[in-house]
């Protein structure tokens, strides 16, 4: 990962290869921002008139470069937007877009204006995840590294809130990398195996049941899901444990190396991106080795449900009927609607753990994107108070997100009539919510529980934006990680 650290020296003196600065919106140009006052003065008060003349507006999102002719060391000046009345989510996203522009330079300056601990973290942050690159499969021919080093301007009394990004950041890094690593290369059992590595460095407790485990132990949904690959699934249980806790959050992650559909196979343009079916176990290992870090005092286990939904003689075929982890039973009408069945069991044995509140985050549907579109994460609950609160700590973790409800009468539409509930609906409405109401079904009773639904916040298909790049996002690590500081503090 790109390294960071804080420099309080001379912004126009820095031996490095481009500064970054903030420009806001002044009337029809834009002004410099507070933390480019030096660079100004060193183009004799000019500033403002050469980003005019490029035509930069200040606009949230916006990048001007213009070169410094000699005005400073750095060679190129990149002003980024930050629009009227910065939030910090928008600090992140200049610092991310400028930092991802500036792919093949060795140094960076960073001076956008970072007010106290959070907008240092906030800068910090989204220059980190705008350095990302997943280079693990290229040969280096035209393509760009990221920015090497980044300095960012800002006082040494803010190390603390450097350190956090840094770890939120690493957190995220591992979240896309694992999701952007091809099938080929991640099966459920490969999957497991980067979980042991994430655990041993981390101090984590880990417990990884294979396939023969998961069929004696009676987790139906796994094994049945997992069965018509020659991949074989597996259960992953993670443990984080603070002496000073007083309660307990459950974790659970979907994660489908590669989703088929099944014998219900999917259409050609609907199955090239399903690398990225495992997004939410990915953001559960990727929060828990944050969260092994940060320490929050709160017990957090974490389950991630791994298994690859593919067509063969030995698949799950529809009409079939699972019995579910703790023995519920599940007819399986449509073998493309697999990770509820994962999850399922994964919920029951989370319940097992005694937990004070369970979240669970899955790619789970289509129908999330039709109602909610890309970018915005899907929240149910059980509890209308915790869904609320989970959005409010998505936003705080400057993940967009929206409350959903579970329709009591959507139920219905899950009878089946030969086992305890269908993995579908005979109703084609509201695709999200009925599966929400589906994994509602084994949630313990008394245990409180939401359910994120990241099925177009895990994978960016188009141009990056801000900090995100294209292919896999990180979505829903840092809203997990939110929510357990929440629990620690009592918030939640």
Sequence with gaps: ???????????????????????????AGAAPADG???????????LADALGALGATGKAGEVTRL????????????????????????????????????????????????????????????SLLGAYSFDAFR?????????EEIRLIAPASEEAALGRARTLAASVTLVRDLVN???????????????????AETGLAIEVLDEKALVEGGYGGIAGVGQGSVNPPRLVRLAYTHPEAGRTLALVGKGITF?????????????????????GAAAVLGALAAIAELRPAVNVVGYLALAENMPSGTAQRPSDVLRIYGGKTVEVLNTDAEGRLVMADALVRAGED????????????????????????????????????????????????WGMPLPPELRKGLDSAVADIANISGERWGGMLVAGTFLKEFVPDGVKWAHLDIAGPAFHKGEPYGYTPKG?????????????????????
């Excluded at 804080?6 to 806001?24: P, R």
């Excluded at 480019?36 to 000019?46: C, N, Y």
């Design 36 to 46: 480019a006052e030096a660079i100004d003065r060193a183009m004799d008060g000019r």
């Design 181 to 199: 690593t091809p099938p080929s290369h991640l099966s459920p059992e490969d999957f497991a195996g980067e979980a042991e590595r994430v655990a």
């Design 472 to 492: 896999g996002t990180g979505a829903a690590a840092r809203t997990l990680v939110q929510i357990a500081e929440d629990v620690a503090a009592g918030v939640l």
């Design 67 to 126: 070169p410094s002719l000699g005005a400073v060391p750095a060679r190129v000046i990149v002003a980024a937007g930050l629009g009227e009345d910065p939030s910090a989510e928008d600090l992140r996203r200049a610092a991310g877009a400028a930092v991802r522009s500036l792919a093949g330079t060795a140094r960076v300056a960073v001076a956008l204006p970072a007010s106290g601990a959070e907008g240092v973290e906030a800068v910090a942050l989204g």
């Design 259 to 279: 989703d088929s559909g099944g014998l219900s196979l999917k259409p050609t343009d609907a199955m090239d991106w399903m690398k990225s079916d495992m997004g």
């Design 1 to 27: 990962m790109t390294s960071i650290s804080l420099d309080s020296a001379d912004l126009a003196g820095l031996d490095v290869d481009a500064i970054v600065i903030g420009v806001a919106p002044a009337g």
């Design 139 to 147: 040969t280096g021919d035209g393509h760009k590294s990221p920015v």
């Design 354 to 401: 005694s937990p004070d509140l369970i979240v669970d985050v899955a790619t789970l549907t289509g129908a999330q994107l039709v109602a909610l579109g890309t970018r915005t994460t899907g929240v149910m609950a059980n509890d209308d108070d915790v869904r609320e609160k989970v959005v409010a700590a998505a936003g705080r973790a400057g993940e967009p997100s």
